[in-house]
T-cell receptor, first 114, second 112 residues
Framework: SQTIHQWPATLVQPVGSPLSLECTVEGTSNPNLYWYRQAAGRGLQLLFYSVGIGQISSEVPQNLSASRPQDRQFILSSKKLLLSDSGFYLCAWSPMRLFSTEAFFGQGTRLTVV | TQLLEQSPQFLSIQEGENLTVYCNSSSVFSSLQWYRQEPGEGPVLLVT?????EVKKLKRLTFQFGDARKDSSLHITAAQPGDTGLYLC????????????FGKGTLLTVNP
């Protein structure tokens, strides 16, 4: 069966510090990978998605970047965090299907920038 | 631009009551999913609907996809405290478009 691991679960970082959140998927190959941010327990904002190694699409201009160095690894980074980067970050994967795009999520990372 | 509107935003009911929440859009989707999310965790997929007019049942939950594939509803019969959570709908366009568009969710509280 497929599993997705996301870490850390909680992170407190000072303003101006770097960020690296990692996500890995097991039990599948060539998944679509996504990073979402969720504010105040509400809707999900798509930040980045990737359909293959080295292929990253950015949805929202911001202080963050993403990379996919391996097929099942997705990394969210920042060189200098802002207070506004605080939030709940979710990694997700979906299988390559023609007519449906079902997402399977990690447990999330609660980031607090202080 | 918010492509998926969910209503109501908040719903608080007593155990045993029935409820319906809605997901509406002006756009056509090739598939629509419903997720439930508990505090501090990632959303969990409940169901996917792909055919206009499709109805799927998952125990006490009934999901319907609109005929025009622009809207969906989730009906819960005899709600229980364990149904409490944030219910999110998400639409996919299919084909080479792998993005999911999420609504803002309905926060359901079922009181014992």
């Amino acid at each position: 069966s497929q599993t997705i691991h996301q870490w850390p679960a909680t992170l407190v970082q000072p303003v101006g510090s770097p960020l690296s959140l990692e996500c890995t998927v097991e039990g599948t190959s060539n998944p679509n990978l996504y990073w979402y941010r969720q504010a105040a327990g509400r809707g999900l904002q798509l930040l980045f998605y990737s359909v293959g190694i080295g292929q990253i699409s950015s949805e929202v201009p911001q202080n963050l970047s993403a990379s996919r160095p391996q097929d099942r690894q997705f990394i969210l980074s920042s060189k200098k965090l802002l207070l506004s980067d605080s939030g709940f970050y979710l990694c997700a994967w979906s299988p390559m299907r023609l007519f449906s795009t079902e997402a399977f999520f990690g447990q999330g990372t609660r980031l607090t920038v202080v | 631009t918010q492509l998926l509107e969910q209503s109501p935003q908040f719903l608080s009911i007593q155990e045993g009551e029935n409820l319906t929440v809605y997901c509406n859009s002006s756009s056509v989707f090739s598939s629509l999913q419903w997720y439930r999310q508990e505090p501090g965790e990632g959303p969990v997929l409940l169901v996917t609907v792909v055919t206009g007019g499709e109805v799927k049942k998952l125990k006490r939950l009934t999901f319907q996809f609109g005929d025009a594939r622009k809207d969906s509803s989730l009906h819960i019969t005899a709600a229980q405290p364990g149904d409490t959570g944030l219910y999110l709908c998400a639409g996919g366009r299919g084909g080479s478009n792998y993005k999911l568009t999420f609504g803002k969710g309905t926060l359901l509280t079922v009181n014992p």
